[in-house]
């Protein structure tokens, strides 16, 4: 068997990885201990003096965690016992088993990106949870908040967009119900320009008109296999004895999660989909991840927004949750550096959940990251072969480039791009739908059992009617 590419490193001088362990993480670091010294007030008012305390030593762990970082220092273990410490310490163990003698300790700048870039997010937390009482703290709250305040414009046109569409959906024929899905997954796609971690921490907000920009930004998506979706998703609606349930693995708060619900309840409303399941992060993550505060926050605020149509979908969101149309999962995995192809291993019980989708949606970047293991893969390589093992239901990857790591290319096509546009990898100008599994309509039946691991084909590889 050929020998699989190199992780993505900051070991490799000058690359994105490396510019982000060296600039970005600590810039991210510095901003969290800003808004550390910003709350103290609150802290007071709420703990006294003990607030204070706790202020204090989240400061003293978090910049002796930059130091840590910044001379690059070997990776140590985890203290605090939490539910996932000790995978995360095996996992280390792991990593210090794959360098030689003459490599030294898993550091900063020598191990994979993956790794240390999760690591940094998981000691971050570290640093607020040994430091009650506020361990309880957010420290990427207030720029999730203010990321959606300052897209209120693209919040109130889009769900302006979906309450007219709900209420004609009854009417559309095919094509058209076609064309509004289509529409609504580039959206969600865009939406994912707007993390935060890529800026550093700093404002990155929706402020042009998202819905009529989509026809523009078509040339930008570099592999589109938003057909498949459609081709798998109709054929269960017409063929459908039970429930569809879509999964999104979601992303970031604020405007790509309005997005996210966005396309959720058009699934629900025009059948295509009969539940919607949402996996979020368990901890604050790479800056503006969704945490279920966050989901919860978004719904509510908007329920409670001055404007019809925006709160009509704050409403109707709530009621999908409390009826259980919309069910909101988490779990450790979803936070640990591992790739996705070692999830059968690592959380069998998240894998079997996941066999339960007929589709499963990953959101954003780093979900791309590691689905494909964050590997030096050459362009032209299938995303199937990428996935190396990871199939347990038909899935999409939505991502805009924002890491130098792409797969499924047509050959040719990423030099080109290399060429005219050197950057193109990590600005998120560009998108991707990239699908694996078959076509069939007859997964995902939460009843049916089906084995662990069960073989998938990519679209290539068989015939679709
Ligand atoms: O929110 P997303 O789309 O997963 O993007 C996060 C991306 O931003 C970065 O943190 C930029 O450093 C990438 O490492 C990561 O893949
Ligand atoms: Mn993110």
């Given amino acids: 068997m050929a020998e699989l590419p190199s992780f993505l490193s900051a070991k490799d001088v000058g690359s994105f990885a490396y510019l982000t362990i060296k600039d970005r993480t600590p810039q ?40 840590e970082l910044q001379t690059d220092k070997p990776i140590v273990p985890l203290v605090e016992d ?4 000790d995978l995360w310490n095996r996992h280390l163990e792991y990593q210090r088993s794959l360098l030689s003698e003459s490599d030294g300790q898993p550091s ?10 999760c690591y940094m997010y998981r000691r971050l937390h570290e640093a607020i949870i040994q430091s009650p009482p506020i361990n309880d703290f957010d420290v990427f709250k207030e720029s999730k908040d203010q990321n959606f305040f300052e897209s209120q414009e693209s919040v109130i046109a889009l769900c302006t967009h979906l309450q007219e569409l709900i209420r004609t959906i009854e009417d559309l024929d095919e094509n058209q119900l076609k064309n509004e899905f289509f529409k609504l997954l580039q ?38 296999d938003m057909e498949h979706l459609w081709s798998l998703l109709s054929k269960r609606k017409k063929t459908r ?17 309005v997005t996210d619900l966005v396309l959720a309840d058009f ?28 989901f919860n926050w978004v719904i509510t605020q908007m329920k409670h927004c001055n404007h019809k149509w925006v709160s009509r979908c704050g409403v109707g969101w709530e009621n999908y949750v409390r009826v259980g149309r919309w ?40 979900n791309y990251r590691k689905l494909t293991g964050d590997r030096k893969w050459d362009f032209t390589v299938p995303f199937h072969q990428a996935l190396r093992g990871f199939h347990p239901a038909p899935l999409c990857s939505i991502r805009t480039l924002k890491a130098e790591i792409q797969v499924g290319l047509q050959p040719g096509q990423g030099e080109q791009l290399t060429a005219s546009e050197p950057n193109w990898l990590t600005t998120g100008k560009y998108g991707i739908f990239q699908f694996d599994g078959p076509l069939r309509c007859d997964f995902g039946n939460p ?5 662990l691991g069960s073989t998938f084909f990519s679209p290539e590889e068989q015939c679709v009617d």
């Fill in 447 to 451: 009843a049916g059992e089906k084995d």
């Fill in 267 to 294: 699934l629900l409303s025009s059948k295509l989909a009969t539940e919607i399941h949402f996996h979020g992060k368990t901890i604050p993550w790479f800056v503006s991840d969704t945490t279920v505060r966050d």
């Fill in 241 to 257: 004895k039970e429930v569809s349930r879509v999964y999104i693995i979601l992303d970031n708060s604020g405007f790509e999660l």
């Fill in 28 to 67: 991210i670091l510095t901003r969290a201990i800003d808004t550390l010294h910003r709350h103290k007030n609150e802290f007071f008012e709420n703990h006294g003096e003990e607030g204070v305390e706790a202020e204090k030593k989240a400061i003293s762990l978090l910049s002796k965690l930059r130091n």
């Fill in 187 to 224: 959206i969600s796609l865009w939406g994912n320009k707007c993390d935060l971690s890529l800026s550093g921490g700093e404002s990155s907000s929706q402020k042009t008109d998202i819905v009529n920009s989509v026809d523009d930004l078509k040339r930008f998506i570099l592999v589109n």
């Fill in 327 to 366: 069910v909101y999962h988490d779990h450790i995995f979803w936070t640990l550096p591992h790739e996705y192809s070692a999830m059968l291993q690592v959380a069998p019980d998240l894998y079997a959940e996941l066999q339960k989708a007929c589709l499963i949606l990953f959101k954003g970047d780093l």
């Fill in 108 to 117: 900063w700048f020598r191990s994979p990106w993956l790794f240390a870039e």
């Fill in 82 to 85: 939490c539910a996932d410490t």
